[in-house]
């Protein structure tokens, strides 16, 4: 096992961003105070909890931030420091957290995922259409990704990453993944665009990378990456540089 940034987060994260991933088995571990995973959580959640929380001590510590607990808020996300925004995820094997200081970014969102097909009810139950077409189109570049796992996780990572101070975010099944590409070459990543739904639009001064305009001002840009089983996606809703 290994707590540092790897290739996952350096291949999804812009370069401003820090963050700190944990690849193996977890063990409980101790905890802020503050940071409590819900009094029905099992020994095995209470150890990803703990783990994913020093993950984020280590995001935040290479960030440049004094460390200090990071509880859960409303939904059970992750109540940052003020003036950091960031996201921590897990899934079997695999533990992560990103921040970034808010002065670049409204929001971060991150999410880690088995490279594994959704459960055909699933999928039939949660994908678009378009995203149904997509999938392929992306399975038949890149055999062997699961291209549907893929729009999932993208979904998740624009939900995590959705500004707090813009209210609730949109519900999940209501956004989806508008384009998708990447390429491969031992592992694979990429780019994708996750559309908003109606009611809701991109903070003014949003600035995804060049080449990634949001079509109609709704859409978000992200990065993915695939690798040795696992599969991650993060949003980071950017500012407008001034200065980095």
């Known amino acids: 096992m290994a707590e540092t940034e790897g290739?996952?987060?350096?291949?999804?994260?812009?370069?401003?961003?820090?963050?700190?991933?944990?690849?193996?088995d977890v063990a409980s571990g101790e905890l802020f105070e503050a940071q409590t995973p819900g009094r029905s959580a099992?020994?095995?959640?209470?150890a990803e909890f703990a783990a994913g929380r020093r993950?984020?001590?280590?995001?935040?510590?290479?960030?440049?931030?004094?460390?200090?607990?990071?509880?859960?808020?409303?939904?059970?996300?992750?109540?940052?420091?003020?003036?950091?925004?960031?996201?921590i995820t897990h899934c079997a094997g695999f533990q992560a957290a990103a921040v970034c200081l808010s002065r670049d970014a409204w929001g971060l969102g991150l999410d880690a995922e088995p490279a594994e097909p959704l459960p055909e009810r699933v999928r039939a139950r949660l994908l678009t259409a378009r995203e149904t077409a997509l999938a392929g189109e992306l399975r038949a570049r890149l055999p062997g990704l699961p291209a549907d796992r893929l729009l999932f996780s993208a979904r998740e990572?624009?939900?995590?990453?959705?500004?707090?101070?813009?209210?609730?975010?949109?519900?999940?099944?209501?956004?989806s993944v508008d384009e998708a590409c990447g390429s491969a070459a031992g592992s694979a990543s990429g780019d994708f665009m996750v559309r908003l739904p109606d009611g809701y639009?991109?903070?003014?001064?949003?600035?995804?990378?060049?080449?990634?305009?949001?079509?109609?001002?709704?859409?978000?840009?992200?990065?993915w990456h695939a690798?040795?089983?696992?599969?991650?996606?993060?949003?980071?809703?950017?500012?407008?540089?001034?200065?980095?």
């Open 7 to 24: 290739a996952f987060l350096r291949a999804v994260l812009p370069p401003w961003a820090c963050g700190a991933d944990r690849v193996g």
């Open 157 to 175: 990572a624009a939900y995590k990453a959705w500004p707090a101070h813009r209210g609730e975010p949109p519900p999940l099944r209501a956004l």
């Open 42 to 46: 099992g020994q095995r959640r209470r």
């Open 55 to 87: 993950c984020a001590q280590r995001a935040l510590a290479a960030l440049g931030s004094a460390p200090s607990a990071v509880p859960r808020g409303p939904r059970g996300v992750p109540v940052w420091p003020a003036g950091v925004v960031g996201a």
């Open 227 to 244: 690798a040795a089983g696992l599969l991650v996606t993060c949003v980071v809703i950017a500012r407008r540089p001034s200065g980095r």
């Open 201 to 223: 639009a991109l903070p003014d001064g949003y600035a995804p990378p060049d080449g990634y305009a949001p079509p109609g001002g709704r859409c978000l840009h992200g990065r």
